[in-house]
């Protein structure tokens, strides 16, 4: 058995600052399998392929080779080792054409593109990939370039192969011929590692699967003895308890109504799919998924930053019972409207805030318009920094200190601070806690509450399914653009959540 | 391969970034980038002059500010450097690299001496000065305004569109000063309405430039108030800062990138303006002499703030005063000169350097660790 080890890894640790990505991780692939890492976002996957393709060293932890013991210092060392890695941003040049990308890098006297080209036909054939010599990589499609950089971890002799959430790009079609393409590999004795968190993928293509949840290894199952709901509760772990307040929420209305809601991203690719759901007054609504189903990109189109294709986005205005629709709007005119809708995103200090600036010039961000002089009025954003700095025990030396200075923790208590002092009637946050340690985290959830009890409509994405269950009064669960279910937070479980996240919806599965 | 593999990956020094500095170590550390410029340019002048270094530092200042003549070229030069640096700033606070100076200073300058050439015999002065000015800051403003809009609605490089603007701008004024020689055929521009000083701007006091020094004095202070307290200063900054801030605070990133650009172009057509009519009373492609491209360091060495811009400007100027005289002096080539200045500009910009980031040694690093 040990000689058929392709790789083994021992006690695996890394760690950055503060965040341990990975604690004692040990597994092992074998010739001829294909082994599957399933986990949540930030549970560690990645940082764990990473170690292997040699792009990060561990802090602790020995990594075996064909039973020897090696220490992988950089991608090109991994090559010497037959370890390639096909990332999930590929990395090729696209004005070469493949046969130039594959042999880009190798260092064999001069290049002879002949014999390289009629090489790799040899492996195409071998595998059944289909690659035309003649285009250019920026004339590919997404499947394509995939193509090529599976043939040029080939083409280096990889005998183990990490594909990191390959799937997560292709149609249906095209998964299919990937997975057919995989499974050659495999009959030929290639050990492979595939990342992805799609569970009936996962299923379907893999023999072993490993699961990690939080940095941490949880175990490996054979595919044969796995199902669905087994997975999930690997992957989600056991309910823990938070202790989060809760009140019931007080004389819900209406506040916000998102209708049939479609939207496009720059490659044309459907990110919204015919999204519909109301947010009430005095109320969290919770929005599940894992990361990249679309929260983004609904919060944005909420905000007036994210064109939509069709749908409508009807805000209940509470003092003028006026009804409006803020489709094709920009936030300034938002804002016009009179809707006090404000909105923490995800990136707090390229979007939300302005690192360089100092905390009195961020609060001024929202208020600085007010008045019709030419010139800034300090006063009030200076006492307003004042007052969060004091409530929220915001640890800056002073108001001049730029905020990119700051910590994560007190970075956020500054950006929601602000955003709660517009006295929002709309609130939406993005991954508040991200990155935040406990204290903090539990601020900002009191904050959150506090707006709630004051009869705002939250709206809170987040990537904790414990912290949803205890926060929210209803959890909106989607994947893959699409609704896939809205639930009782008092009464919502784990499992059914981790289900619908990773429910099969018509834009992934499809017609096979 | 594998038995080949270094297990100390630790390097022997690495480079961490600093908190704030106080002012005073910062000013230190300014200073003594100076001293060790002036002693790396002692070294280097005898080894290849055998020159007194001490002498030819004597006759940099003698050549910046020996004479009271020299000592107001090199104020007027000052103002001319500083009026281009202002006017390219906004546009680099909002991080839009616009190289394309010397061609609205050009075209503002073009402006200035068509007016004066075509309508200085005709327009009472109280109408002419005012149309010089207007034309002087139109003709500029365009210059601007072209590569900010294809910037804003295409998302063209500005930086490529700009130095191209720059050649157009060259050209023009080779195409005028060929078709409008004074004297007629010699293919380029004498002084223009000598007689008549039409459009020449009053010498104060008895002072030729001193309007000039006083119109970019006033040029400063707006600029400085604009950046810092004005709303529009505050909404180009968070433009530069980022542009999706911008955007989910409302602000129209267009309009903003627009309007910046229009006003550093028409600070640009003022330069023009400025050196034509209250300079060189001619204009040759030389006019605008590298200011559109020394402005911008002027600017960044200063960190865009204006008052700073009087040091970094006037430090500047001194140096190029300085060398021209130890050239003519010591007859060295010219080169020679530039070679000093560059020393000491290096060593000024590297103090940047050691202002934001510190060196961290191997050994240092483990002593924090333990």
Known sequence: ?512 | MASKIVKNHTPLFHIAKRDELPFYKSLLIRIGSIVAALIVCAIVIIAFTGENPLSIYATIVEGAVGTKRRTWGLFQNVAMLLCVSLAVTPAFKMKFWNIGAEGQVLMGGLATIYVMMFYGETLQPAVLYPVMVIASILAGAIWGLIPAVFKALWNTNETLFTLMMNYIAIQLISYYTYVNAVPKGSGQIGIINSDTKAGWFPSLGGYDYLLNIIIVAALTVFMFVYLKYSKHGYELSVVGESENTARYIGINVKKVIIRTMLLSGAMCGIAGLLLVAGTDHSITRETAGGRGFTAIMVSWLAKFNPIYMILTSLLLVFLEKGAIQISTKFQLNPSFSEILTGIIIFFIIGSEFFINYRIMFRHSAKKEVK
């Open chain 1, 1 to 512: 058995m040990t000689n058929n080890t392709a790789i083994e890894l021992r006690n695996l640790t890394k760690t950055f600052g503060k965040v341990v990505a990975n604690k004692n991780i040990s597994l092992s692939v074998n010739k001829g399998e294909i082994l599957s890492v399933l986990g949540e976002n930030g549970s560690g996957k990645t940082t764990l392929m990473n170690m292997i393709a040699g792009i990060y060293f561990p802090d602790e932890g020995q990594i075996f080779v064909d039973g020897k013991e090696v220490s992988i210092t950089s991608p090109k060392h991994a090559y010497d080792l037959k370890i390639g890695m096909i990332h999930q941003h590929f990395k090729l040049v696209d004005i070469f054409n493949a046969v130039e990308n594959i042999v880009l890098g190798i260092d064999e006297g001069s290049y002879n593109l002949k014999a390289a080209t009629a090489k790799i036909k040899e492996t195409c054939d071998k595998y059944g990939f289909e690659i035309d010599f003649s285009k250019k990589i920026y004339e590919m499609s997404v499947s394509e370039k995939q193509t090529v950089e599976i043939v040029k971890v080939l083409y280096r002799g990889a005998d183990i192969l990490i594909l990191d959430e390959p799937t997560a790009v292709l149609t249906p079609q095209e998964i299919d011929k990937l997975f057919n393409v995989l499974r050659k590999m495999r009959d030929d004795g290639k050990a492979i590692i595939i990342i992805t968190h799609k569970l009936y993928e996962v299923l379907e293509i893999s023999d072993r699967i490993a699961v990690l949840r939080k940095g941490e290894y949880i175990g490996t199952v054979n595919t044969a003895d796995a199902n669905e709901s087994m997975l999930t509760e690997m992957m989600v772990g056991e309910k823990i308890s938070l202790n989060i307040q809760r009140s019931e929420p007080v004389n819900p209305t209406e506040r916000l109504t998102v209708k049939n809601v479609n939207c496009y991203n720059r490659d044309g690719a459907k990110i919204l799919d015919n999204i519909s759901f109301s947010a009430y007054s005095g109320e969290i609504l919770g929005i599940a998924g894992i990361s990249g189903s679309g929260q983004r990109e609904l919060l944005e189109a909420i905000a007036g930053l994210q064109k939509i294709h069709d749908g409508d986005i009807v805000y209940n205005n509470p003092k003028t019972g006026k009804s409006d629709n803020l489709r094709d709007k920009t936030p300034m005119q938002i804002r016009e409207l009179g809707v006090r809708l404000s909105f923490v995103p995800e990136d707090r200090l390229g979007m939300g805030l302005v690192g360089n600036m100092d905390i009195t010039d961020n609060m001024m961000l929202r208020s600085y318009r007010k008045g019709h002089s030419m010139f800034l009025k300090r006063k009030e954003p200076k006492d307003l920094a004042e007052k969060i700095i004091k409530d929220l025990q915001v640890v800056t030396p002073d108001t001049k200190t730029p905020v990119r200075r700051l910590s994560g923790g007190n970075v956020q208590k500054v950006l929601v601070g602000r955003e709660i002092a517009s006295s929002p009637t709309v609130l939406m946050a993005a991954y508040p806690v991200r990155g935040l340690d406990i204290n903090s985290s539990y601020t900002i959830y009191n904050l959150l509450n506090g707006q709630k009890e004051k009869g705002v409509a939250v709206i809170f994405v987040g990537e904790d399914l414990d912290v949803l269950i205890e926060l929210c009064d209803r959890i909106l669960v989607i994947s893959g653009g699409k609704v896939t279910g809205i639930l009782d937070g008092r009464t919502a479980k784990k499992e059914e959540i981790g289900l619908l996240m990773t429910k099969k919806t018509n834009g992934d599965g499809g017609e096979r």
